[in-house]
């Protein structure tokens, strides 16, 4: 059973930054699209950014490009989101999914299992 625990979330001022990881379990295939999706309360979840485990290819959204990075650890299996420069409209809770090879990061549905999410906060 695919498992996604993610972490590193939590309350940061305007300006500043915060690193998510998500370390997925029980995934038998080694290549597939992983990615971090937020949800706003009021909003739709939308793709943050994605990476694929395949060639490494990545896609950010265009509200984060420039500010967030993905990244893997093929040891650890483990991805990270490394955010700077959070606004306050970043706040939401992040969750990390995973989908198959070509799985489009714009669409959630496209993905098959989802953690439970972290909590991110920007305010002063």
């Known amino acids: 059973q695919v498992q996604l625990v993610e972490s590193g979330g939590g309350l940061v001022q305007p300006g500043g930054s915060l690193r998510l990881a998500c370390a997925p379990s029980?995934?038998?295939?080694?290549?597939?699209?992983i990615g971090w999706f937020r949800q706003a309360p009021g909003k739709e979840r939308e793709g943050v950014s994605c990476?694929?485990?395949?060639?490494?290819?990545?896609y950010y959204s265009d509200t984060v490009k420039g500010r967030f990075t993905i990244s893997r650890d093929n040891a650890k299996k483990t991805v990270y989101l490394q955010m700077n420069s959070l606004k306050p409209d970043d706040a939401a809770k992040y969750y990390c999914?995973?989908?198959?090879?070509?799985?489009?990061?714009?669409?959630?549905?496209?993905?098959?299992?989802w953690g439970r999410g972290t909590q991110v906060t920007v305010s002063s």
């Open positions: 999914a995973t989908g198959l090879l070509g799985s489009d990061c714009r669409h959630p549905a496209h993905f098959d299992y």
């Open positions: 029980g995934v038998t295939s080694d290549y597939y699209i």
């Open positions: 990476i694929s485990t395949s060639d490494g290819a990545t």
